[in-house]
């Protein structure tokens, strides 16, 4: 187990990802095996795939913080797996996902899941902020792995909202989200093989209780405005930008917005405009 960190700075990013995984939780917590085997508009994966990605994911982060050998063990094994499955033409991660939970599903995946990041929490809350942990690329601190961990559980946790027609009720913790979108501006351009423009445009936000979030200089004529849930979502590609009502301003901010991608890997097309989506009946 790991170490509590002496100090006073505890990483408040830990309760942040308990409470969107709590509100994931309250999302699925009663719907039935069928439903959970909906297919979201995800890529076509199901509830239950989406969720055992989530908790896959957690424990590898978990791993990380506290038994080092354990996740490059799990790592090692996730990419043998993923390239079995590729070369057999399917979806890599998702059909590894599957075999190395032995297909858990319905109400033991949600209750598995939850068990876990209720315990993952508080060992990171108590973790020193900037210990550094491994992950697929570089490694990163432990205040960093946890809002990472927060990121996704949102993000991925939108296809659910989606599919069950339901208005998603965010919080202010959405802000740890903007800000990975926005220190990932250069990483952005990078992995779409662009240099990364400047200057960065400026934000002007609305959060989920009104408040107003800036950052950057607001006499640029580089800029995006609107709601901070929506930015998230062009961010996280969960929604392509033409399916909100930010305003954006400046060929920068313009293109920025086309291709924005705040997570790891090769990269991504967004959503194409109308394909991600509150399913209406």
């Known amino acids: 187990m790991n170490q509590p960190y002496d100090g006073a700075n505890m990483i408040e990013q830990a309760q942040d990802f308990l409470d969107e995984s709590e509100a994931i939780y309250a999302l699925v917590k009663d ?3 069928e439903q959970m085997e909906q297919e979201t508009g995800f890529k076509d994966w199901s509830i239950n795939a989406v969720l055992r990605h989530l908790h896959i994911w957690n424990m590898a982060a978990y791993w990380s913080l506290t038994e080092p050998a354990k996740f490059h063990e799990f790592f090692k094994q996730a990419m ?17 996902e599957a075999d190395y939970l032995d297909n858990l ?24 902020p900037a210990m550094r942990v491994e992950w697929a690329g570089p490694s990163m601190s ?8 927060l990121m ?19 919080h202010d913790r959405i802000r740890n989200i903007v800000m990975i979108g926005l220190n990932t501006y250069g990483w ?30 607001p006499d640029t004529g580089e800029k995006i405005e609107g709601l901070a849930e929506q930015f998230c979502q062009v961010v996280t ?17 313009t293109r920025w ?20 989506a509150m399913k209406t009946s």
Not at 152 to 170: F, M, S, T
Not at 188 to 207: H, I
Not at 237 to 252: E, F
């Open 31 to 33: 719907l039935s095996d």
């Open 80 to 96: 043998a797996g993923m390239k079995d499955h590729a070369k057999q033409g399917r979806t890599s991660m998702r059909y590894f």
């Open 105 to 128: 599903s319905g109400a033991a995946l949600v209750k598995t899941w939850r068990d876990f990041y209720q315990m993952m929490a508080p060992e990171f809350e108590a973790a020193d």
């Open 142 to 149: 432990a205040r960093s792995s946890i809002t990472a961990r």
């Open 152 to 170: 996704e559980n949102w993000a991925h946790a939108q296809a659910i909202y989606d599919v069950l027609g339901l208005k998603r009720e965010n």
């Open 188 to 217: 952005t351009f990078k992995v779409n093989r662009e240099e990364a423009p400047q200057p960065v445009p400026y934000l002007k936000l609305t959060a989920p209780s009104g408040d107003i979030w800036e950052y950057g200089d």
């Open 237 to 253: 590609q969960t929604r392509n930008i033409a399916d909100t009502d930010l305003k954006v301003t400046g060929p920068i901010a």
């Open 257 to 276: 917005m086309e291709i924005a991608q705040c997570f790891a890997g090769s990269a991504e097309k967004p959503p194409a405009p109308g394909q991600r």
